[in-house]
Each structure stands twice: as structure tokens, then as C-alpha cells.
């Protein structure tokens, strides 16, 4: 059990984790709306939601405190749906 | 806290792998969870793919409403936030915290619901089916499915809740964690989702 | 972690709880009566698939003839039958065989767990398994008949109900193969926890028997190959019902990306499948050469290895589908790389009998057989892994031959031996050995003559998936070979009759078995036959590895996993007398 100050540190750290959160949400909206080019724009977009996505994974979902086993069984279906993304660019992306 | 504790000494030292001391419902719902990031990834990898073989999207993609949608996006956040802590207060001991927590929680995603309902209503209001053209089969396919998720995440909580109201939950302490596990991930989705569809 | 309770072992033998009929028999939590389920759902379904066989090579040989306790094949119910036919083998019989069967009765009790880890899950993935069977068979009554796209379900033939003339057919054949899909994912969740979580004091990661490996290995490929096609599934279900078109090309949907999704999960599938079958042979091979199995830690790298490639290789199936030929090359490389770690185990299990004290019973028997007859089809493997020669043979009988030649020696063959190995510890009955080696010989010669004919119609050119190939003249001189094919496949099916003769008469009347029949070392083998509700009269501990046998050292030729070194007083249940004969 923990002690009452690390009790509330503890909270603290995750009402700070849906602080940034939401002002990572605002900022991809803000990016939305900026007048760059398209690619800077998703670059730009899809970065923030990863980061966001990696916060929630580690803060929210203890990914920080777990053991090697879950880390495999967390991050190696998303690897394995990016690769067959990757490998499909040739035959769906591009065929038209 | 090792699982090997109570067993003879000369066996304890050939049994200490990594994959022992971790509870079984965590390694369940990972597990669970790992099949729905390949079921979802297979959606997403479909979407962005024909999404750039067909171009031409955005025009489709300039009718849904990414007001709704971020506001959404923060109600979603939000939930995680309560969820969390009301795991939060399940370490802690924190009575009256767990059923705060729990039906901040279930409100929040009954509201992302209820917004949700809104846009959907005037999207087909304005003549936008899952007919009418492949963005649109993938918006109502893909957030559906986010939404029926976030339903049983809701009933999740709400079984939980009971049981928190019937001082229950003490007995069966990561049931919260578990639970908050599987809302967590659909917020993740969501985090996704949502720049895929609105944002672009 | 406060709430992170370490994982508590519990053993010893629960008393028995007084259940009614159906909670002990039917909606049982016990993983040793959910195993039986899947047994019999699985038997029961290879009736089914079987008969299918029988009709789709009876039309083969003698085109539009009575066929004997059916009548004539029409066009469209060829389609159908040949559709059921692979989606009721594939999905209703090979894995509910070894791995709803074997693997829930052996994972816990070669672990040496009370029970799986989830057990109430357990008994909610057989059921979800029996409403997919359920639903599978509705599918032969509905107006229109059931599906008929092929196993495969390729779009766009698939996804639009005018193509094939079947309307709910295909629906349902969709709602059905989802929902195996979320049972062995349930499954899955059970194989792993188990395997990883529930193992006893001693039970480390390399003593783990080689059966419980592979079904851990196929639940991991299973979990993450299946997802990308339930989201395909989905979609197609939504181009069938709602009339949206994912995989239509009208309005902009690819069908190629279908066979990509299906593919993606089909080829890690033939390892899920495969695999298990692996193990069983692994685990009997060593048992009647009573010499270790040879290579241990290569094999499961070995394992590990065919996992990760089996994720790379699965447009090889797509060679002839208009791919991208920037593809093909690298897939080629993937697929024939792959052949590296089958070699591995074959030679492995060669090796193995090697010089051993070979007993050739029934399981030893299908065992071996299996092995000889899957070195055919992964020799032939190679040859259709190569993208120039497949070109020339992917639509031929060729390939019809080469995937029977290597789903039934390991899912078949591996699961008859598993049958009458470890049919003594489930039902407490010893099998008979005559029956068993008459339905051994009647399988392995039958098969083979059904499949080498195939081979050869197939390397003659002769394309699969036609009805009637009697209207082709270049097809004529092929005609024999399917009539060698079909009195073949007549012969295999009446040799499963001694196999369900013996079954039945063991199950009553067959002589009671003794805790260790075959002197095997696993933990199975150190509790009664059948095991109690809870497995283990004592907590199990382990010493040893699992295949220990004929040790010149050592006072009898095998060493129970549980039996300390070199300490006098028996520690558990490891006290094993050499009763009773052999």
C-alpha cells in the first residue's frame, strides 16, 4: 500500500498525463487548421495522436510498470498490422 | 513475491522466469486486447490504404463534424482520466472514490454516445449512409464498431459499479484495473479514429 | 503492484463436488470434459466433412451418376459441398481435433495445473464453438443452400449473393467462421495463461513437453494473424447485407485485398493446425523409440522461427491472383526459407527413432505414418513456394494434393495417434491394437493412393474446381487417376470403420488402464487414468526434462518428470510400477 504523498503524487501525475492530452488534441486540431502542406500536416497530426496514444499505453494502461511478456503481447500485433500495411502498399495503394 | 514461494528451495531455484508473477487477468486481457489491435488494425490498414488509391476523400471527409468530433475526443479523454482514477482509488482504499469514478466514467461515455447519435442523425439527415461511397462505408463501419466497443465498456463499468455499490469489489481487487484496461484501449482507438476520419 | 497477487498453484485433488448431469456433463468448467466436447464436436463434424469427400470425388470419377445414398450432384451443390467440405475440415474438425481437444486436455495436466486458468472461459469457447457449428450446419437449409464461394470465399464472388446464386448461404458461412474465430481466441487466451502461469515448481519453460509448446506457439499465431480478416469479415458480411462494396470493384472496392486478409491469416492458420500435430508426434515418437527426443531447444527455436515466417510468406497463395510482381520475388524467398525449420523438426524426429527400441503401436503407428506422408507434402510445398513453377500448377490438382498432404498427416494422422495415445488417460479404457493398426493401414494406403493420382492429374495439367471433366478432351487421359482417386477415397472412408468400431467398443468394454500403459514421462502419466476432478491427488514438482528414456544409467529405461535425482523416498505421485503388459 502506498504512503498518502505518494498516494496524491500519483494522482497528480495523471490528472497532469490528461492535461497534456487534451492539449495534444487541441494542438492536432490547431494543426488541422494551419496553412502548411498536406504531408507536414498528417506528419504533424499523426505524430501527436502516437504520442498521445504512448501516454495513455504507458501512464493509464501501467505499459511502464509491466514485464517483457506484455510489452510482446502489446506491441507486437501493432507492429504486425503496420508491417502487412507496408506490404500491401504495392497491390492496393498503388494499383490504380 | 515470488510464485515459487512456498515450494522446496533446490526446485525454487530453476523457476524464477519473468512470466510467473504477473496476475492471469492481466495476461488475459493484453492478450484480448492484442487480438482487437489486429481487428481494428485491420480496418485502419484497409481505410488508409484504398484511401490513398481512390484520393478524392476529403471531399467526402469535409461533411462529418469534427466540432462534435473533438469535443468527443475530449469526452473520451476525460473518461480515461476518471477511470483511471477510480483504479486509482481502489489502491488507495478509497471508498466513496470508486463509485465517484466509476459512474463519472460511465456518464462521460454515455455522453460520447448521445453526441455521437446527434452526428450520425444529421449525417443521414443530410443523405450520408454507409451507401454512399466507400469514406462513408469506413466512417460508419469503423465508428460503429468504436461505439458498440464503448458499450460494453460501459456495461462493464456499470457491472462493476454494482458491485462497488454492494462493497464487492473489495473482495476481487484488479477487477478495476481490468476493466479500465479494456476502456483505456478504446480510447486509444478512438485517438486514432479520430484524426483519420475528421482530421484529414 | 498491490493488487498483483502472484500467481498461486492449485493442486491437489478438489473432492469432488456434487454437480447435476449438466453441469458435470454438459456446461462443465473441467478442462478433461470440455476436451471430450471438442472431441466429439469434431468427430462428429469429420462425419459430415467426410461424406463430403465422398461426393465430390464420386462425381469426379463417374460424372452425373447415381451417387450411391445421395443422388446426382448438381452444379450448383458441387460448389456448395466442395465449399463445406474445406471450411468444416479446416475450421470444425482439424482444430477443434488438436487443438480444442489435445490441447485442453493436455495443457493443464502436462503443466501440472488443477484445471486451465480460466475455466468458466474455457466451457464458454466450446459452446461458442458449438453455436459456430450450430450455425454452419443451418447454413444446408436455408432457401438457396449454403455457401459455394469456396472455402476461401474469394471476392468478389463472395460478396455479391447474384454471383453464386446463395443468398443467406454465405451469410451464415460468414457468421459462422467469425464465431470460431472468437472461440479459439477464447480458447487462445487459456492456452497461454496456462502454459505460462499455471506450471508447477520445477516446470520451467525448456522442461515444458513438446505438446504444450506447440499449442501455446499456434494460440499465439492464431491470436495475431486472425484479426485483419474478422475486420474483412465484417466488411464483407456489410458488402453482402447492406450492399456497400469493400471488396466489389463497381464502386472502388479491391477483391485482391479479400485474398490478402483471408491469406494473411490463412497461411499462419496451416501452422495453427499444423503444429499441434507436431507436438503429438513429438510426444509419442520419443515414448516407442524409449530414446529422448533429439534436438529439444532446436526444435522450439525451430518453432519459433516457422512462427515469425509464417507471417511473411502468405501471398504464395496469390502467385496467380494478380499481384504485384515486385511481390512475388520476395515472397518466394520467404516461402521456400520456411521449409528451413520444418526440415528441422522432420529431422529431428528422424533422428529420434534412430537406432531406438521402436514398438510399433497403433499411435506409433499413425505417428510415423504421418511424418513419411508430410514429407511429401512439404517437398511439394517447395515446389509451389517457387512463383515460376507455381504459375504453371496453382490451379492444377497439384495443389489439391500438396495441401491434403499436409493437413492430414498432422491434423489427421497427428490427431488419430494422439487418439490412441492418450485415449486411456482420457477415458481410463486401453484402445484395441488390432483395430487400430488395420484402421492405421486401411488410412495410410488409401490416402496415399487417393493423393499421388492428384498429384500426377495435377503436374498434367488437370485444373481443380471443375464440376464435370468429362466435356473436356484434354481431360480424358486424366479420367483414370480420378477413379484410382475415388475407389481410394471410398477405401479411406470404410477404414475409419474399425476406428469407430474400436472407439465405441473400447470406451465399455476395453481393458481398464493403468496410470503409465505406455511408460511415458510426462505428468499426465503420474495421476489415475482418467484423472480426478482437479488432476492431482499431491502438489507435483518437477526435476527433470520430459523425455528422459533409455538412460544406460538409469535403473529402468524411463524418468518420470517428477522424480527427484537420485533421492530414495518418491516425492508426489512419481512412484510408477512397471505392471501390466505391453
Not at chain 3, 515418437?285 to 507471417?311: C, D, E, N, Q
Not at chain 3, 520475388?329 to 528422424?350: D, E, K, M, Y
Not at chain 3, 521402436?358 to 517437398?379: P, R, W, Y
Request: with cysteine.
Amino acid at each position: 500500500m502506498e504512503t498518502l504523498l505518494e498516494s496524491a503524487a500519483t494522482r497528480a501525475h495523471y490528472i497532469a498525463i490528461w492535461r497534456w492530452l487534451v492539449v495534444l488534441a487541441i494542438a492536432a486540431l490547431g494543426v488541422s487548421l494551419l496553412p502548411i502542406s498536406k504531408i507536414a500536416a498528417l506528419v504533424l497530426i499523426f505524430g501527436i495522436a502516437v504520442v498521445k496514444a504512448a501516454m495513455v499505453m504507458r501512464d493509464y494502461m501501467h505499459l511502464k510498470a509491466e514485464t517483457l511478456i506484455i510489452h510482446a503481447i502489446a506491441l507486437i500485433p501493432i507492429l504486425l498490422f503496420i508491417g502487412l500495411a507496408l506490404t500491401l502498399i504495392p497491390d492496393i495503394a498503388l494499383r490504380h | 513475491m515470488g510464485a515459487s514461494a512456498h515450494a522446496p528451495t533446490a526446485v525454487a531455484a530453476v523457476n524464477d522466469d519473468a512470466f510467473k508473477d504477473i496476475a492471469r487477468g492481466r495476461i488475459a486481457v493484453w492478450w484480448f486486447l492484442a487480438s482487437e489491435i489486429m481487428v481494428f488494425g485491420g480496418f485502419i490498414t484497409c481505410y488508409v490504404l484504398f484511401r490513398y488509391a481512390h484520393g478524392g476523400w476529403e471531399d467526402a471527409a469535409r461533411h462529418v463534424n469534427w466540432k462534435l468530433g473533438a469535443v468527443n475526443t475530449v469526452v473520451l479523454l476525460t473518461s480515461s482520466l476518471t477511470m483511471i482514477l477510480a483504479h486509482h482509488a481502489v489502491k488507495v482504499g478509497d471508498k466513496q472514490g470508486v463509485k465517484t469514478f466509476l459512474g463519472l466514467t460511465i456518464a462521460l461515455g454515455l455522453t460520447f454516445l448521445v453526441i455521437k447519435g446527434f452526428e450520425y442523425h444529421a449525417e443521414f439527415a443530410e443523405g450520408f449512409t454507409p451507401l454512399s461511397g466507400l469514406f462513408w462505408s469506413f466512417y460508419f463501419l469503423m465508428t460503429g464498431l468504436h461505439g458498440l466497443h464503448l458499450l460494453v465498456g460501459i456495461i462493464i463499468n456499470l457491472s462493476l459499479l454494482v458491485m462497488a455499490l454492494r462493497g464487492t469489489i473489495w473482495a476481487c481487487g484488479d477487477r478495476v484495473e481490468l476493466g479500465g484496461l479494456y476502456w483505456h484501449f478504446v480510447d486509444v482507438v478512438w485517438i486514432f479514429l479520430f484524426p483519420l476520419l475528421y482530421l484529414t | 503492484m498491490a493488487t498483483a497477487t502472484p500467481s498461486e498453484i492449485r493442486v491437489g485433488a478438489h473432492h469432488e463436488p456434487h454437480l447435476g448431469f449438466l453441469r458435470s456433463y454438459v456446461f462443465s468448467v473441467d478442462h478433461k470434459v470440455i476436451a471430450k466436447q471438442y472431441l466429439g464436436l469434431s468427430l462428429f463434424m469429420a462425419l459430415l466433412g467426410g461424406a463430403a469427400a465422398y461426393l465430390i470425388r464420386w462425381q469426379l470419377a463417374w460424372p452425373e451418376t447415381y451417387v450411391p445414398g445421395w443422388g446426382y450432384v448438381e452444379p450448383q451443390q458441387y460448389n456448395a459441398i466442395i465449399t463445406m467440405h474445406g471450411t468444416i475440415m479446416i475450421f470444425f474438425v482439424a482444430m477443434p481435433f488438436v487443438l480444442g481437444a489435445f490441447g485442453n486436455f493436455l495443457i493443464p495436466l502436462m503443466v501440472g495445473a488443477d484445471d486451465m486458468a480460466f475455466p468458466r472461459l474455457n466451457m464458454m469457447s466450446f459452446w461458442t464453438l458449438f453455436v459456430g457449428s450450430a450455425v454452419l450446419i443451418a447454413s444446408f437449409f436455408v432457401p438457396a443452400g449454403p455457401a459455394a464461394g469456396g472455402w476461401t470465399a474469394y471476392a468478389p464472388l463472395s460478396a455479391r449473393p447474384i454471383y453464386t446464386g446463395v443468398t443467406w448461404g454465405q451469410n451464415l458461412w460468414l457468421i459462422a467462421v467469425a464465431i470460431e474465430f472468437a472461440s479459439f481466441l477464447m480458447g487462445g487466451i487459456n492456452f497461454l495463461t496456462t502454459a505460462l502461469n499455471m506450471r508447477v515448481p520445477g516446470m520451467t519453460l525448456w522442461r515444458l513437453p513438446m505438446l504444450v509448446w506447440t499449442e501455446l506457439i499456434a494460440a499465439v499465431l492464431f491470436m495475431l494473424s486472425v484479426g485483419p480478416l474478422i475486420a474483412g469479415a465484417f466488411m464483407l458480411l456489410l458488402d453482402r447485407i447492406a450492399g456497400t462494396s469493400f471488396f466489389v470493384p463497381d464502386k472502388g472496392g479491391d477483391p485482391l485485398l479479400w485474398q490478402h486478409l483471408f491469406w494473411f491469416f490463412g497461411h499462419p492458420e496451416v501452422y495453427v493446425v499444423g503444429l499441434p500435430g507436431f507436438g503429438i508426434m513429438m510426444e509419442i515418437i520419443p515414448v516407442f523409440s524409449r530414446k529422448p527426443l533429439y534436438g529439444y531447444k532446436t526444435i522450439v527455436w525451430g518453432m519459433i522461427a516457422a512462427g515469425v515466417l509464417s507471417f511473411v510468406v502468405w501471398a504464395h497463395h496469390m502467385f496467380v491472383s494478380g499481384i504485384d510482381p515486385r511481390l512475388a520475388t520476395p515472397f518466394s524467398i520467404t516461402t521456400i526459407l520456411i521449409s528451413v525449420p520444418f526440415a528441422i523438426i522432420v529431422f529431428s524426429l528422424l533422428v529420434t527413432l534412430w537406432g531406438g527400441k521402436i514398438e510399433l503401436t497403433s499411435a506409433m503407428l499413425f505417428a510415423v505414418g504421418g511424418l513419411a506422408t508430410f514429407i511429401i507434402g512439404g517437398v511439394t510445398g517447395i515446389f509451389l513456394g517457387s512463383a515460376g513453377l507455381d504459375v504453371y500448377l496453382h490451379g492444377t490438382y497439384f495443389v489439391v494434393a500438396h495441401f491434403h498432404y499436409t493437413l492430414m498427416p498432422l491434423a489427421i494422422f497427428g490427431g488419430f495417434a494422439g487418439l490412441y495415445f492418450w485415449f486411456p488417460k482420457m477415458f481410463g479404457r486401453m484402445m484395441n491394437e488390432t483395430l487400430g493398426r488395420i484402421h492405421f493401414l486401411a488410412t495410410f494406403i488409401c490416402f496415399n493412393c487417393v493423393f499421388i493420382p492428384l498429384f500426377l492429374a495435377g503436374v498434367a495439367g488437370n485444373p481443380r474446381r471443375i464440376y464435370e471433366m468429362s466435356s473436356y478432351d484434354f481431360l480424358k487421359p486424366a479420367q483414370p487417376l480420378h477413379v484410382i482417386a475415388t475407389i481410394a477415397t471410398l477405401g479411406l472412408l470404410a477404414g475409419q470403420i474399425p476406428f469407430i468400431i474400436n472407439f465405441f467398443m473400447s470406451l465399455v468394454r476395453g481393458r481398464k488402464a493403468e496410470r503409465n500403459p505406455w511408460h511415458a514421462n510426462t505428468l499426465e502419466w503420474c495421476t489415475d487414468s482418467p484423472p480426478p476432478h482437479g488432476n492431482f491427488s499431491q502438489p507435483m514438482v518437477v526435476y527433470r526434462d520430459p523425455y528422459e528414456y533409455g538412460n544406460p544409467d538409469a535403473p529402468k529405461d524411463w524418468m518420470a518428470q517428477n522424480e527427484p535425482p537420485a533421492a530414495p523416498a518418491p516425492l508426489g505421485g512419481g512412484q510408477i510400477r512397471r505392471t501390466g503388459t505391453r
